[in-house]
């Protein structure tokens, strides 16, 4: 069994999904577009204090608490609803001291969101769980993650399930020249465990 946690980069690069804070889109981020609830349904509808608890739990955002309240400001004036507006919001929020140098300083609120829209842990939490119940015994499963979240989430599955016998101590990571060949990849780790 072999699962690739990564968003598409085909829904990446279409600015009207609302995954990319690089171009102006509406703010939707939903993988299954029949999906009723959207990015901007919950900017709109949660609390300050539920805001900030996404983007500290599914973003590791260390200003979560001033981002939200800085979201919640915006919205009393406007509806926010587009990916350049969310990200406006949260550079003006961040004092500059803490934007980083490598990426945009809105990556992880972004991505905490998507995670929250999608249910994103809560089903791999659900996959991890059910997988022994369809692989047979000495089948592998092998599982791409792209976050901290999601590598945690398997390295503890994987050790603290006894149907799973760890077959990556430490994570297999990307080589540079496919970082250079495909950027997307450099964040990628895999782990791999076997059916007992």
Do not use: W
């Not at 406006?88 to 490598?102: G, L």
């Not at 992880?108 to 997988?131: G, H, P, T, W």
């Amino acid at each position: 069994l072999v699962v690739d946690l990564g968003v598409s980069s085909l829904q990446l690069d279409r600015p009207e999904r609302g995954f990319s804070f690089r171009s102006e889109g509406a703010l939707d981020m939903r993988m299954d577009q029949r999906k009723t609830q959207t990015a901007a349904d919950l900017v709109a509808r949660l609390s300050e204090e539920q805001l900030s608890d996404i983007f500290y739990h599914f973003g590791e955002e260390r200003q979560a608490r001033r981002i939200a309240g800085f979201l919640v400001k915006a919205r009393q004036k406007e509806p926010v609803t587009t990916t350049a507006r969310l990200a406006e919001i949260v550079a003006e929020a961040v004092p500059k001291k803490y934007h980083p140098s490598r990426v945009h300083v809105a990556t992880k609120v972004f991505q905490a969101l998507r995670i929250a829209v999608n249910s994103e842990l809560a089903n791999l939490a659900d996959l991890l769980a059910d997988a022994p119940v369809v692989l047979r015994e000495g089948a592998r499963i092998c599982v791409i993650t792209f976050h901290s979240l999601e590598d945690r989430m398997v390295k503890r599955a994987f050790a603290d399930n006894p149907a799973y016998r760890v077959l990556t101590r430490r994570p297999v990571e990307v080589s540079h020249a496919e970082i250079e060949r495909n950027p997307r990849s450099r964040s990628a780790k895999l782990r791999v465990a076997a059916r007992v």
